[in-house]
């Protein structure tokens, strides 16, 4: 082991330094390439300052690729003054305590010579370094400390990783949160919203005060009482949409207009106006909707309110140009195959949640129309076009798959996303069990928690 040579302070760091070159041999040697990489992505990790990065990565550059092969050692012999003009140090002092700190740091060791000089020879006939004639910085101590230094990179790219997925699913669960609370509080649904809100709050708080993964317990731990609150949340809701009343169907609303525009029709036509009488005719334009569904399309995207067989509307409530037309023809058996209830429960299990025992057809159609399609502000309209084309167990259907892709963020309009199945329902090309079947396939990008796949092609 090279000796301290009086030139310098020993200190425990630069005594380590020089126990730890010896170990080097073919054993333990990595490329120059390999050591260099790992050294820069590891900086920001060793807590070195920029002008000893830099000064690291210019002894780097005095080495060759033969240097590094295990048979020779790593040794540079740069004098100072080139150093300094190479290196931005400022002084010879500043140049001598950024090599002690690098030694100290366990990345180069000194090889002095019996004057102090740095000095090399190679050999002539394959250019390799003559141990016993080269005098300089031994950087063997980076490359023995090479393979930890990619575990410290490997360790924090997982913690990255792990970091990012972790502050996807919060955000996700969070926004889960939110929409039942302000569904329960926009419609006085009895239940703990106000409480639940708080704790929501609280949480928040917390949460905004962390930045980096060097937070992931912490951020872990808001996670898991996130989790307890929506649960909550989840039960709360659904013990109150058991008690939820039934509301008036669209049909019954038609009917009711279609009553009172014959009505009107009638009355007109009893005072004739020329020699002979015409019988009443019935306007058909479907302008009274827009009145009956004014409210929703405030407080939903109007891509949501497409009827099927109707026009869309103005303000003045009088008739456009048809924006959906389904032939009443259709036959809905050729838009989407049949799929039972017990595997619609197995494939949708947070829709599951909400549906009463004995979870048959008529208690999961009862849970889409009074419980989770208000809870998504899916607009009534939509839900009876579905309903019209689909059936209703298939249009219940589409609704559990479109609140298994809601809470996992994956959709941010239900409504509209309804439609679009619809749009493909009408052009023979929705297959409702396929998209079912594939949602629950395995997803590279799948959390840790849920496990749940990702499904970007199918609606």
């Given amino acids: 082991m090279p000796r301290p040579t009086g030139f310098r302070a020993m200190t425990p760091?630069?005594?380590?330094?020089?126990e730890t070159a010896d170990l080097w041999g073919p054993q333990t040697a990595v490329t120059k390439k390999r050591a260099h990489t790992a050294f820069n992505s590891c900086t920001k990790y060793l807590g070195l300052r920029s002008h000893l990065i830099?000064?690291?990565?210019?002894?780097?550059?005095?080495?060759?690729?033969?240097?590094?092969?295990?048979?020779?050692?790593?040794?540079?012999?740069?004098?100072?003054?080139?150093?300094?003009?190479?290196?931005?140090?400022?002084?010879?002092?500043?140049?001598?305590?950024?090599?002690?700190?690098?030694?100290?740091?366990?990345?180069?060791?000194?090889?002095?010579?019996?004057?102090?000089?740095?000095?090399?020879h190679r050999n002539n006939h394959d250019g390799r370094i003559v141990l016993d004639r080269t005098y300089g910085i031994d950087l063997s101590p980076?490359?023995?400390k090479t393979p930890e230094l990619e575990m410290i990179v490997s360790m924090q790219k997982n913690q990255q990783i792990e970091w990012r997925d972790l502050v996807a699913q919060y955000t996700r669960d969070r926004r889960r949160l939110v929409s039942i609370l302000e569904a329960g509080l926009a419609e006085a649904i009895p239940g703990p919203w106000e409480e639940l809100n708080l704790e929501l709050r609280r949480l928040q708080a917390q949460r905004e005060g962390l930045r980096n993964s060097g937070a992931l317990t912490t951020l872990s731990y808001l996670h898991d009482q996130l989790i307890a609150v929506l649960e909550r949340a989840n039960s709360a809701y659904a013990d109150a949409a058991k008690d939820f009343p039934a509301k008036p169907t669209a049909?019954?609303?038609?009917?009711?207009?279609?009553a009172s525009t014959r009505q009107v029709d009638y009355a007109d036509k009893m005072d004739p106006v020329g020699s002979?009488?015409?019988?009443?005719?019935?306007?058909?334009?479907?302008?009274?909707?827009?009145?009956?569904?004014?409210?929703?399309?405030?407080?939903?995207?109007?891509?949501?309110?497409?009827?099927?067989?109707?026009?869309?509307?103005?303000?003045?409530?009088?008739?456009?140009?048809?924006?959906?037309?389904?032939?009443?023809?259709?036959?809905?058996?050729?838009?989407?195959?049949?799929?039972?209830?017990?595997?619609?429960?197995?494939?949708?299990?947070?829709?599951?949640?909400?549906?009463?025992?004995?979870?048959?057809?008529?208690?999961?159609?009862d849970a889409a129309e009074r419980a989770i399609g208000p809870m998504m502000k899916i607009p009534p309209s939509t839900w009876k076009t579905a309903c019209r084309l689909l059936g209703r167990e298939r249009a219940a259907a589409a609704v559990a798959l479109i609140f298994e892709k809601h809470n996992d963020g994956l959709i941010d309009s239900p409504g509209a996303y309804l439609n679009g199945?619809?749009?493909?329902?009408?052009?023979?090309?929705?297959d409702l069990p396929s998209s079912l079947f594939h949602w629950r396939k395995p997803r590279k990008n799948a959390t840790s928690r849920d496990k749940k796949p990702i499904d970007h092609n199918r609606p």
């Avoid at 780097?60 to 080139?82: A, C, H, M, Y």
């Avoid at 010879?92 to 100290?104: P, Q, V």
Wanted: net charge negative.
């Fill in 54 to 120: 830099e000064l690291m990565n210019k002894l780097l550059s005095f080495s060759k690729e033969i240097d590094w092969d295990g048979t020779s050692r790593p040794i540079v012999w740069p004098d100072n003054q080139r150093l300094l003009e190479q290196c931005a140090l400022g002084s010879l002092s500043a140049l001598k305590r950024s090599l002690r700190a690098l030694a100290e740091a366990g990345l180069i060791a000194f090889k002095d010579s019996p004057t102090g000089r740095r000095i090399g």
């Fill in 13 to 18: 760091g630069i005594f380590r330094a020089y």
């Fill in 251 to 258: 049909d019954d609303v038609e009917m009711a207009r279609a």
């Fill in 421 to 430: 199945m619809i749009d493909r329902a009408q052009k023979g090309k929705l």
């Fill in 276 to 365: 002979t009488s015409e019988p009443p005719i019935q306007n058909t334009s479907p302008r009274n909707i827009h009145y009956l569904y004014e409210d929703e399309r405030r407080s939903a995207n109007a891509e949501q309110l497409n009827l099927l067989n109707t026009g869309s509307a103005s303000e003045e409530g009088f008739g456009i140009k048809p924006e959906r037309e389904a032939s009443a023809e259709q036959e809905p058996q050729k838009l989407a195959q049949p799929i039972d209830s017990r595997t619609l429960m197995a494939l949708c299990p947070d829709y599951a949640e909400f549906v009463q025992s004995p979870k048959a057809w008529p208690e999961i159609i």
């Fill in 142 to 144: 980076l490359g023995l």
